[in-house]
């Protein structure tokens, strides 16, 4: 059950869907955001073959260690109660993410992650760090466009490209 990574240039946004059969494999989903917005896929840092690793290669590419953090994030949302997700659930399913990613969450991530161990309300923690979960792009940003928001070669403003931290079922978007 793979999960794939789309770029939106309008929303300037990453978003990732989970799939639950790999005849979505190739299929483009419609933007959560906005349906109208042109999505393009992506291709992630785990699914880069074709190299041994060596030094210039992290632990983020052994397929292994990639299928074994899949097959996590399977379970725990196989058994998720859309309507009234239990926070644990939700706190091992963003660890989760963030280990498929390779990276370090920031300190706000940790907190939150550490809250919904704690089985606090995930509402009253989305509307105490929504804006700041927003606006921060956790996992990394898009290669392919930049974040800083400088000019580009035609002296057009760069928008930063933002992570959306939702883990997306992508059968819901696509048609």
């Known amino acids: 059950m ?4 789309f770029y939106s240039p309008q929303t300037c946004k990453i978003y990732t869907f989970f799939a639950r059969s790999l005849a979505l494999s190739g299929k483009i989903p419609r933007c959560p955001d906005d349906p109208a917005c042109k999505m393009e896929r992506m291709i992630s840092s785990f699914a880069v073959t074709g190299k041994k690793p060596g030094p210039e290669h992290s632990r983020d590419t052994d397929p292994a260690r990639a299928a074994r953090i899949v097959s996590t994030m399977e379970r725990e949302l196989g058994g998720m109660d859309e309507a009234h997700p239990d926070p644990r659930q939700m706190a091992r399913l963003a660890k989760a993410m963030a280990e498929l990613h390779g990276t370090k969450m920031p300190g706000a991530m940790n907190d939150l992650i550490r809250r919904l161990e704690a089985g606090e309300d995930p509402d009253k923690l989305d509307a105490e760090y929504g804006e700041e979960l927003e606006s921060s792009d956790f996992f990394g940003e ?11 070669s035609t002296g057009r403003r760069r928008r ?16």
């Open 160 to 175: 930063a490209v933002l992570r959306d931290p939702t883990l997306y079922e992508m059968a819901h978007y696509v048609e």
């Open 2 to 5: 793979p999960i794939y990574e």
């Open 142 to 152: 898009n290669p392919a466009v930049s974040a800083d928001g400088k000019e580009d």
